[in-house]
C-alpha cells in the first residue's frame, strides 16, 4: 500500500471518531508545546548571557580572588581578600607584555542618597580605563580621570537605572548624592546596557577605585581585576605572563596554591553555557514527562481502535493484506496522530514562548532545533507507542476477525 | 470458455482438526473435491457440517491440518503466510453475508480496495473499478457511501470487489443471507451472468433456493461429502425476477436493507 493511500486512509478514520481523535492529540499538543517552550526559555537565557559576557568588552582576562578549582564547586572566588591595588599596579605592558590595559575591580552595596531619594545599589570601585576595558561608554557628561583615581577624589559616574531612582526627570550631572553618607558629585552618566543575565550593569555607580578603598568602605582589597590582552591570540601567554607575575609577588612556588584566580572571557562563556543547558535540560525534561503522558494516550487509543475495526482488519486481510500492510496502517495512524499534534503544538509552543517573553519580561528564543526535536520526538512517540498496538492488528486471526462481533 | 475441462481446485483427503486441549474437532475429515473451471457449486449442509471450515480453506484464510489443496496449480496447503495474502488477492474474490464494505468509504474506493494491496497505479486502479461497479449495474452510484446503499446494492458492491482483480475463483459466503426474496434473485442472476461468462464461482448456503439456481450442489455433514450431484432443474434468476410478483418485493422490501 503507498504512502499517500495509507496517510489518506488514517485521516478517513481518525476523522470518524473526530472528538476522541482530538482530545487524544490534545496530549501530544501539550507535551510537544510545552518542550518547545520551555527549551524556549532555556536558550533565552543562554542568549542573554553569552551577549552579555561578550558585551564586557574583548580580549578580555579575568583575575580573580581566591583559588577556583576545576569545576563547579570552587569556593570563595571574588571573596578572598589576597589581591591587592598593588597587584594591579604591577601588571602593565612592561611586565606583561601581552597586556595592554588593566582595570581594577571592587564592588560593594551601599545606600545611596539625593536630595530626597535614597536607594540601595552597587558601588564599583575602578579606574579611569574602566570604560575602554569593559566597554562601557558614557552617555552624558564625562568619566573620571587618572588624576582622580590618585587624588581620590569623590566623583562618581552612574547608570541609568540609578539615575531613575534617584533623579527622576532631571538632570543628573553636576548633582550632589551620598554614598554612606560620603558627598559624591556626578560627573556622568552611562549607557544603557539592559538587564545583562542575572544582574543589572545600570544599576551601579563607578567611583575611583582608591576612593572607594580608602574614603568610603575602609578596605584594601580587589575582588578581581580586568586585563584587556594586545591580541585574540595572545590569551593563553598573558595568562602564563599574569600568573607567573603573581606568583612571585605572592611569594607562591606550587601552582596548586595560587591565591587568584585567571580566567578568561571565553572560560566564563563555557561555564555561563554549562549552567544554562543543564537549566535548559532540566526544563525541557520536564516537559518530556508530558509528551510521555500523551504518547501514552495514543497507545490507549490506538488499542481501542484496534478493537474496534477487528472485521475491518479481517476484510483487509482476506482481501489480500498482508501482516506488513496492516502494521504499517496502523503505526501511520498512531504516526499521523501525533505528528499533526506536534505541528499544532509546536506553533502552540511558539506563541507561548512569545507569550512568556511578552509578559514574563523574559528573554525566550524558539530554535529551529527546538522545533525539529520536538517534531522528531513527536514521531518517535507515534512510532514507538503505536508499535504495540500495530502489531497486535497484524497478527490477528483473519477467520475470527472476519467473525468478530 | 477455453480450457472447459481444467481442473481450477483439487482437494485431496483434506483433513481440518481443531485441538481444544480435551477433545478433538474433526471439522473436515478426508474430503475430496474437484472443481473445474467455469463450474457454478453450491456448498450445502447443516450447520457444524464443516461448510464454513471448507470455505475458509478454499478462500485460503485458514490451512488445513491434513490433505492437499491445489489451486490453480500451486499447493495452497504449504505456502506462508505472506503467499496465502498474495493469493487471496489475486486468486480468490470474497462475498460475504455481512457485505463486509469500508465503512466512510465510497463505492468506488471499497472495489480499488484490493487492488491497493496488489500496487496497482491509482489511475488503473479507479479505471477498473469503474468498469466493475458498472458490470454489476452500479454505474451511477459509485461515489456513494455504503450506508446510502440498499443491502442489495451493497452486496453488489461487494460482488465487484470481488470480480475486479479477476481472480480463479468467486468465493461467496451465504451471499443472499441479508438480504430479501427480490435482492437475493438480483444478486444470483449476477453470479449466473458472471458464471455465463466464464467464472468460477463458489456459493456456500444452506438454503435449497439459492442451492437451486447453481450447477452442481456439494452437500456435507459430519466434515465430510455426503452427496455430490448435477442440478437437473437449474432455476434461472432472471425468469424467477420476471416472475415475481410486485407486491411480495414491496413487502418484504424493508427486511432487505438492514
Known amino acids: 500500500m503507498e504512502i499517500s493511500e495509507l496517510i489518506r486512509v488514517s485521516f478517513i478514520s481518525l476523522s470518524a471518531n473526530k472528538m476522541r481523535s482530538i482530545l487524544t492529540m490534545l496530549g501530544v499538543v501539550i507535551g510537544v508545546a510545552a518542550v518547545v517552550a520551555m527549551i524556549s526559555i532555556g536558550e ?23 583559588q577556583q578549582k576545576v569545576g563547579m564547586g570552587g569556593h570563595g572566588m571574588g571573596s578572598s581578600q589576597t ?28 545606600s545611596v542618597k539625593s536630595s530626597n531619594k535614597n536607594t540601595m545599589t552597587q558601588i564599583v570601585g575602578t579606574n579611569h580605563l574602566y570604560p575602554v576595558v569593559r566597554n562601557t561608554n558614557v552617555a552624558k557628561g564625562s568619566f573620571f580621570t587618572h588624576v582622580d583615581v590618585l587624588i581620590q577624589r569623590k566623583v562618581a559616574v552612574i547608570g541609568s537605572t540609578v539615575v531613575d531612582n534617584l533623579f527622576p526627570n532631571l538632570e543628573p550631572v553636576g548633582k550632589e548624592m551620598t554614598i554612606n553618607r560620603i558627598p559624591f558629585t556626578i560627573i556622568g552618566v552611562l549607557e544603557t546596557k539592559g538587564q545583562s543575565g542575572f544582574t543589572n550593569v545600570d544599576d551601579q555607580i563607578l567611583i575611583p577605585v582608591t576612593t572607594f578603598q580608602k574614603r568610603v568602605f575602609g578596605l584594601n582589597y580587589l575582588r578581581n581585576i580586568n586585563v584587556q590582552v594586545r591580541s585574540q591570540d595572545d590569551m593563553d601567554l598573558a595568562q602564563t605572563q599574569i600568573e607567573n607575575l603573581l606568583r612571585k609577588r605572592h611569594r607562591i612556588t606550587d601552582p596548586d596554591n595560587d591565591d587568584f584566580t585567571v580566567r578568561k572571557q571565553t572560560d566564563m562563556l563555557n561555564r555561563m553555557n554549562d549552567i544554562t543547558s543543564a537549566f535548559t535540560l532540566l526544563l525541557g525534561g520536564i516537559a518530556c514527562i508530558s509528551l510521555l503522558v500523551g504518547g501514552i494516550g495514543i497507545m490507549n487509543i490506538m488499542l481501542v481502535s484496534v478493537t474496534e475495526r477487528t472485521r475491518e482488519i479481517g476484510l483487509r486481510k482476506a482481501l489480500g493484506a498482508t501482516k506488513f500492510d496492516v502494521l504499517t496502517q496502523f503505526l501511520i495512524e498512531s504516526i499521523v496522530l501525533c505528528v499533526t499534534g506536534g505541528i499544532v503544538g509546536i506553533l502552540c509552543g511558539i506563541g507561548m514562548s512569545y507569550a512568556i517573553s511578552y509578559i514574563g519580561n523574559w528573554n525566550t528564543s524558539v530554535s529551529t532545533n527546538s522545533i525539529l526535536l520536538s517534531f522528531g520526538f513527536s514521531f518517535g512517540v507515534g512510532l514507538f507507542f503505536g ?12 477467520v475470527e476477525a472476519l467473525r468478530y462481533e | 470458455m477455453e480450457n472447459e475441462q481444467s481442473e481450477i481446485i483439487k482437494i485431496t483427503n483434506l483433513m481440518k482438526i481443531y485441538d481444544t486441549g480435551k477433545i478433538k474437532v474433526h471439522a473436515l475429515n478426508g474430503v475430496d473435491l474437484t472443481i473445474s473451471s467455469n463450474e457454478l457449486v453450491a456448498i450445502m449442509g447443516p450447520s457444524g457440517s464443516g461448510k464454513t471450515t471448507m470455505m475458509n480453506v478454499l478462500g485460503c484464510l485458514d490451512l488445513p491440518t491434513k490433505g492437499e489443496y491445489f489451486l490453480d496449480g500451486s499447493n495452497v496447503a504449504k505456502l506462508s503466510e505472506n503467499d496465502l495474502a498474495a493469493i487471496r488477492n489475486k486468486k480468490i474474490g470474497f462475498v460475504f453475508q455481512t457485505f463486509n464494505l469500508l465503512a466512510r468509504t465510497s463505492a468506488l474506493k471499497n472495489v480499488e480496495l484490493p487492488m491497493v494491496y496488489a500496487k496497482v497505479p491509482a489511475a488503473e486502479r479507479e479505471a477498473r473499478a469503474r468498469a466493475a461497479l458498472e458490470s454489476v449495474g452500479l454505474g451511477a452510484r459509485m461515489y456513494h457511501m455504503p450506508n446510502e446503499l440498499s ?25 443472499t443471507g441479508n438480504l430479501d426474496s ?37 452437500v456435507f455433514k459430519d466434515g465430510r461429502i455426503i452427496a455430490d450431484k448435477q442440478v437437473s432443474e437449474r432455476l434461472n434468476a432472471a425468469k424467477v425476477l420476471e416472475n415475481m410478483p410486485v407486491a411480495q418485493w414491496m413487502e418484504n422490501g424493508n427486511n432487505g436493507n438492514k
Do not use: W
Open chain 2, 182 to 218: 427480490r435482492s437475493s434473485e438480483e444478486i444470483l442472476m449476477i453470479f449466473q451472468d458472471l458464471n455465463a461468462k466464464g467464472k468460477t464461482i463458489i456459493i456456500v448456503t444452506h438454503e435449497p433456493d439459492v442451492a437451486q439456481h447453481c450447477k452442481r450442489n456439494v
Open chain 1, 44 to 66: 533565552g537565557a543562554k542568549g542573554l548571557i553569552t551577549k552579555s559576557i561578550e558585551g564586557m568588552g574583548t580580549n578580555l582576562l579575568f583575575v580573580m580572588a581566591g
Open chain 2, 151 to 175: 443491502g442489495g446494492q451493497q452486496q453488489r458492491v461487494a460482488i465487484a470487489r470481488a470480480l475486479v482483480t479477476n481472480p480463479s475463483i468467486i468465493l461467496a459466503d451465504e451471499p
Open chain 1, 83 to 110: 589581591l591587592l591595588l598593588e597587584d594591579c599596579d604591577a601588571i602593565t605592558p612592561a611586565t606583561c607584555p601581552a597586556v595592554s590595559l588593566v582595570a581594577p575591580e571592587i564592588s560593594k552595596g551601599a
Open chain 1, 387 to 398: 508499535i504495540y498496538p500495530a502489531n497486535k492488528a497484524s497478527n490477528l486471526n483473519c
